[in-house]
């Protein structure tokens, strides 16, 4: 299989290491070749949090510039942010909920208009997905749930090697047991979204 | 039962590089354990803690967090030189602290294996530094190990134990960011027996480094490099892949980027790649061969041009005509690796899978072609989003209260912890930093040079960690500033690790808790007083007598971190919220103290009852009494 290489990123607190540590655990039960990479750090402290998953034969644990085949971003000028990581074949998937960081809250600078945001992305790309994923996250009844909802949509979207199945199994087995079935709602809410 | 207990091997696992690192050391028959924790090692410490708490009947070493880096190495050394297979882990800069007992316990040895992890921050993602710490195993003589990846590092931290046995001398496992922090599936292998007390066994000729002695154990180092070398000679770890007249030399995680390159390039039957894992002492004949065996070599390793130098000086010494590059010499990045990714090797930050592919495919003159950059001309600007202190922090209260009083006037002497963060708008109360506990010292030597206000700021496992000494510099040297002690009861920014100032008894440790006011008391600071950050104006009251007073003053500023206290102490506090009709749109909430919970919607400053949590810092300082509780 030739290597997919799929970047998260996200705000601190959006739950995006555990999307992409659960996608890893996804591929290792189906028998694919994976590396996840985190930048951890000051990640409780509403910084920005990036990390890969990449399936296949690739062993580097990171995804250069313009060299993702995936960008799922859980906040839109997140999307902005790493857009350089993007070449026009890319896949973006993006929820469209904005969350302005302090900077914006303090005059230091302005914050795109969501719309402003995702309609550059779809002139650069062809294949971009833009859903409201906090609002599903919230008809899921679990707001906590908007990397289940991102995973649901990358599993609509993207052609994975990993059965829906297994990622569901895996979701139900990894996260905590009261928000199990809150999660695969969520899972399924996104999937639709972006099938 | 925790994955990394299990007792069979077999089976492979999803595991972060440093989860790999404690499952190694368990494989090895771990017996005693010692840390400061810091990025990126922090999780080698923290797992090995957690399972040792969680499984009290299983899990056989010791454990500690120790309170510095020197403190946990020598610590160490002891356990080690009593026979127990000893692990001690710190992050690159912690082994600066650690540098002394490091080099003198080289001379002395150990009587059991004995590992210590280095943890290296390429590109520095939180760290105030990027030295390359293989220069370390140079300087002091001792093994050095590097693994390319999880996988690796289990097996290379289980090997350490056995090197270190071998040559009864301690091993350096030396890894970097995208290696601890990386998750790949890990065979495991059986866990060994684990021997935890032994007597310890006097040998004061070979142990006590007295001249007489440390100049045998001097000649003892030295024989041990030259075993050492014989074992890199033929290290399973110092490996050669592929074939052909062209040659690259790698380390690391630079090894996982060159097999990418050569394997995206198609150029595996023209590149030889010789990966150094065991990179200290040298395989010196298997580098001379491998050289001697190709047209041009291409040295590929993130910061210091180390193995460069060493491949040269062999070329030399051998008189091996071959073409060599690596860095490019004298070469500076014209931008910061935040603005745009390095173009080539340089000596600062992390190589990319790009930048190597592209860097081999150059220098041996391969052609390729690389996805196209997107043209992003025009594209809306996202605003930053530095981190920045938490809905709630004490510490955005004790920098209000100050700032206030004496705004650019005084200079602030900052440390190493999440209220670096002070740094940043609107509070900017940071004006130097060096290291861990440079802001007591520096702060008496700026006192003393310039005669201006001076208002340090520490936390409590800094200045645990290293602020005790310079405090005590201050007081016998007649300095004059005043300390303030950002005590949020826990070691905060690297997880919340205990330390000694912590009463663990909430989360059900069994360690002697060492309250910091006697403590200070102790140390001869004539003026100590506690604050609650959160009572402003109290607050603002005791630390101008601090500041006030002439000589050393403290104000320990205490208040549980909220993320901390959500865990161990729970309690619930009303939210916020912003009476409307009260609101005159003054905005100091929003300009003053950028609590991430208030935000500004169509011109009205607001609060996300969500977020906050209640410590009622924006309600005192809103010039209207605008802000109260939610009611109900």
Same mark, same amino acid.
């Given at each position: 299989m030739?290597?997919?290489?799929i970047?998260?990123?996200?705000?601190?607190?959006?739950?995006?290491?555990l999307?992409?540590?659960?996608?890893?655990?996804?591929?290792?039960?189906?028998?694919?070749?994976?590396?996840?990479?985190?930048?951890?750090?000051?990640?409780q402290?509403?910084?920005?949090?990036?990390?890969?998953?990449?399936l296949?034969?690739?062993t580097?644990?990171?995804v250069?510039?313009?060299?993702?085949?995936?960008?799922?971003?859980?906040?839109?000028?997140?999307?902005?942010?790493?857009?350089?990581?993007?070449n026009?074949d890319?896949?973006?998937?993006?929820?469209?909920?904005?969350?302005?960081?302090?900077?914006?809250?303090?005059?230091?600078?302005?914050?795109?208009?969501?719309?402003?945001?995702?309609?550059?992305i779809?002139d650069?790309?062809?294949?971009v997905?833009?859903?409201?994923?906090?609002?599903?996250?919230?008809e899921?009844?679990?707001?906590?749930?908007?990397?289940?909802?991102?995973?649901?949509?990358l599993?609509?979207?993207?052609?994975?090697?990993?059965?829906?199945?297994?990622?569901?199994?895996?979701?139900r087995?990894?996260?905590?047991?009261?928000f199990?079935?809150?999660?695969?709602k969520?899972?399924?809410?996104?999937?639709?979204a972006?099938? | 039962?925790?994955?990394?207990?299990?007792?069979?091997?077999?089976?492979?696992?999803?595991? !972060?590089?440093?989860?790999?690192?404690?499952?190694?050391a368990?494989?090895?028959?771990?017996?005693?354990?010692?840390?400061?924790?810091?990025?990126?090692?922090?999780?080698?410490?923290?797992?090995l803690y957690?399972?040792?708490?969680?499984n009290?009947?299983?899990?056989?070493?010791?454990?500690?967090?120790s309170?510095?880096?020197k403190?946990?190495?020598?610590?160490?050394?002891?356990?080690?030189?009593?026979? !127990?297979?000893?692990?001690c882990?710190?992050?690159?800069?912690?082994?600066?602290?650690?540098?002394?007992?490091?080099m003198?316990l080289?001379?002395?040895?150990?009587?059991?294996g004995?590992?210590?992890?280095?943890?290296d921050?390429?590109?520095?993602?939180?760290?105030?530094?990027?030295?390359?710490?293989?220069?370390y195993?140079?300087?002091?003589g001792?093994?050095?190990?590097?693994?390319?990846?999880?996988?690796q590092?289990k097996?290379?931290?289980?090997?350490?134990?056995?090197?270190?046995?071998?040559l009864?001398?301690?091993v350096?496992l030396?890894?970097t960011?995208?290696?601890?922090?990386?998750?790949e599936?890990?065979?495991?292998?059986?866990?060994?027996?684990v021997?935890?007390?032994?007597?310890?066994?006097?040998?004061?000729m070979?142990?006590?480094?007295?001249?007489?002695?440390?100049?045998?154990?001097?000649l003892?180092?030295?024989?041990?490099?030259?075993q050492?070398?014989?074992?890199s000679?033929?290290?399973?770890?110092?490996?050669?892949k592929?074939?052909?007249?062209?040659?690259?030399i790698?380390?690391?995680?630079?090894?996982?980027?060159?097999?990418?390159?050569v394997?995206?390039?198609g150029?595996?039957?023209?590149i030889?790649v010789?990966?150094?894992?065991?990179s200290w002492?040298?395989?010196?004949?298997?580098?001379?061969?491998f050289?001697?065996?190709?047209?041009?070599?291409?040295?590929v390793?993130?910061l210091e041009?180390?193995?460069?130098?060493?491949?040269?000086?062999?070329?030399q010494?051998?008189?091996?005509?071959v073409?060599?590059?690596?860095?490019?010499?004298g070469?500076?990045?014209?931008k910061?690796?935040?603005v745009?990714?390095t173009?080539?090797?340089?000596?600062?930050f992390?190589?990319?899978?790009?930048?190597?592919?592209?860097?081999i495919?150059?220098?041996f003159?391969?052609?390729?072609?690389d996805t196209?950059?997107?043209?992003?001309a025009?594209?809306?600007v996202?605003p930053?989003?530095?981190p920045?202190?938490?809905?709630?922090?004490?510490?955005?209260?004790?920098?209000?209260?100050?700032?206030?009083m004496?705004?650019?006037?005084a200079?602030?002497?900052?440390?190493?912890?999440?209220?670096?963060?002070?740094?940043?708008?609107?509070?900017q109360?940071?004006?130097f930093?060096i290291?861990?506990?440079?802001s007591?010292?520096?702060?008496?030597?700026?006192?003393?040079a310039?005669g201006?206000?001076v208002i340090a700021?520490?936390?409590?496992?800094?200045f645990?960690?290293?602020?005790?000494t310079?405090l005590?510099?201050?007081?016998?040297?007649?300095?004059?500033?005043?300390?303030?002690?950002?005590?949020?009861?826990t070691t905060?920014?690297?997880?919340?690790?205990p330390?000694?100032?912590v009463?663990?008894e909430?989360?059900?440790?069994i360690?002697?808790?060492?309250?910091?006011?006697?403590?200070?008391?102790?140390?001869?600071?004539?003026?100590?007083?506690?604050?609650k950050?959160?009572?402003?104006r109290?607050?603002?009251?005791?630390?101008?007598?601090a500041?006030?007073?002439e000589g050393?003053?403290v104000?320990?500023?205490?208040e549980?971190?909220?993320l901390?206290?959500?865990r161990?102490a729970?309690r619930?506090?009303?939210?916020?919220?912003?009476?409307?009709?009260?609101?005159?749109?003054?905005m100091?909430?929003i300009n003053?103290?950028?609590?991430p919970?208030?935000?500004v919607?169509?011109?009205q400053a607001?609060?996300?009852?969500?977020?906050?949590?209640?410590?009622?810092?924006?309600a005192?300082?809103?010039p209207?009494?605008a802000?109260?509780?939610?009611?109900?």
């Amino acid at each position: 299989m030739s290597t997919q290489r799929i970047v998260f990123v996200g705000v601190g607190g959006q739950g995006n290491l555990l999307a992409s540590n659960l996608l890893g655990q996804a591929a290792l039960e189906a028998g694919e070749d994976v590396v996840v990479s985190e930048i951890h750090g000051m990640a409780q402290r509403g910084g920005v949090v990036e990390s890969a998953v990449i399936l296949g034969e690739a062993t580097s644990p990171i995804v250069s510039v313009a060299e993702a085949d995936v960008l799922v971003s859980f906040e839109p000028v997140e999307a902005l942010r790493l857009l350089n990581k993007a070449n026009k074949d890319t896949l973006v998937i993006t929820n469209t909920r904005p969350l302005p960081p302090f900077t914006v809250a303090i005059g230091l600078a302005p914050y795109p208009e969501s719309e402003d945001s995702v309609a550059f992305i779809k002139d650069k790309l062809d294949k971009v997905v833009a859903i409201d994923g906090q609002g599903l996250a919230e008809e899921a009844k679990n707001p906590l749930s908007l990397n289940m909802v991102m995973l649901g949509a990358l599993f609509a979207a993207a052609d994975l090697p990993i059965p829906v199945k297994t990622m569901k199994k895996v979701i139900r087995a990894k996260t905590k047991k009261r928000f199990a079935a809150s999660n695969i709602k969520a899972f399924d809410l996104g999937y639709k979204a972006a099938a | 039962m925790d994955v990394l207990l299990t007792p069979s091997g077999g089976k492979k696992h999803l595991l !972060l590089g440093n989860e790999a690192i404690v499952r190694g050391a368990i494989e090895a028959g771990l017996a005693f354990a010692t840390c400061y924790p810091g990025t990126p090692s922090s999780e080698v410490p923290d797992t090995l803690y957690r399972l040792r708490k969680q499984n009290p009947d299983k899990v056989k070493y010791y454990f500690e967090y120790s309170t510095n880096e020197k403190v946990a190495l020598e610590c160490a050394a002891g356990a080690a030189a009593s026979g !127990l297979k000893t692990l001690c882990t710190m992050k690159h800069v912690g082994m600066n602290v650690a540098a002394d007992p490091l080099m003198t316990l080289a001379y002395v040895g150990t009587r059991a294996g004995m590992v210590i992890l280095c943890a290296d921050d390429p590109s520095m993602f939180p760290s105030q530094n990027e030295q390359d710490n293989r220069y370390y195993a140079r300087l002091n003589g001792l093994p050095m190990l590097e693994p390319s990846g999880a996988a690796q590092a289990k097996e290379m931290t289980k090997y350490a134990f056995e090197l270190s046995e071998e040559l009864m001398t301690p091993v350096i496992l030396r890894t970097t960011t995208r290696v601890n922090h990386a998750r790949e599936p890990v065979p495991f292998e059986k866990k060994a027996r684990v021997k935890t007390q032994k007597k310890f066994e006097k040998a004061p000729m070979q142990l006590v480094t007295v001249p007489a002695v440390s100049r045998n154990l001097h000649l003892r180092l030295l024989n041990i490099h030259n075993q050492a070398q014989a074992i890199s000679e033929k290290s399973p770890y110092n490996t050669i892949k592929g074939r052909g007249k062209w040659g690259v030399i790698t380390n690391g995680v630079s090894a996982c980027y060159v097999e990418d390159a050569v394997a995206d390039l198609g150029a595996k039957s023209k590149i030889k790649v010789f990966t150094l894992g065991m990179s200290w002492p040298l395989p010196e004949k298997k580098l001379v061969r491998f050289i001697k065996s190709v047209d041009k070599v291409l040295i590929v390793e993130e910061l210091e041009p180390i193995m460069e130098e060493a491949v040269r000086a062999l070329a030399q010494e051998y008189g091996v005509k071959v073409e060599i590059a690596g860095k490019m010499k004298g070469q500076v990045p014209a931008k910061s690796v935040d603005v745009e990714p390095t173009q080539f090797f340089s000596r600062a930050f992390e190589y990319t899978p790009r930048l190597v592919r592209q860097s081999i495919a150059d220098y041996f003159g391969i052609k390729h072609k690389d996805t196209a950059e997107l043209k992003l001309a025009g594209m809306p600007v996202p605003p930053g989003r530095p981190p920045n202190l938490c809905a709630g922090c004490p510490h955005r209260a004790t920098y209000h209260a100050i700032k206030e009083m004496y705004g650019q006037e005084a200079i602030y002497p900052t440390d190493i912890g999440c209220y670096t963060l002070g740094l940043l708008p609107p509070i900017q109360a940071a004006d130097f930093l060096i290291c861990m506990g440079s802001s007591v010292s520096s702060a008496g030597g700026i006192a003393m040079a310039t005669g201006q206000k001076v208002i340090a700021f520490i936390g409590d496992s800094t200045f645990f960690h290293s602020g005790l000494t310079g405090l005590v510099n201050g007081v016998h040297n007649n300095h004059n500033f005043t300390l303030v002690i950002l005590d949020n009861g826990t070691t905060a920014m690297t997880g919340h690790q205990p330390h000694p100032g912590v009463d663990t008894e909430a989360i059900g440790d069994i360690t002697t808790h060492v309250p910091l006011e006697p403590l200070i008391k102790g140390l001869g600071v004539e003026h100590v007083t506690t604050i609650k950050p959160f009572k402003v104006r109290a607050s603002q009251k005791a630390i101008k007598a601090a500041v006030d007073f002439e000589g050393v003053s403290v104000i320990i500023s205490q208040e549980l971190c909220p993320l901390y206290e959500k865990r161990v102490a729970p309690r619930s506090r009303k939210p916020f919220a912003i009476r409307e009709n009260k609101c005159k749109g003054h905005m100091d909430c929003i300009n003053k103290i950028a609590c991430p919970a208030m935000f500004v919607e169509a011109g009205q400053a607001r609060i996300n009852t969500q977020a906050c949590i209640g410590c009622a810092l924006c309600a005192q300082i809103c010039p209207e009494n605008a802000i109260l509780p939610v009611k109900g």
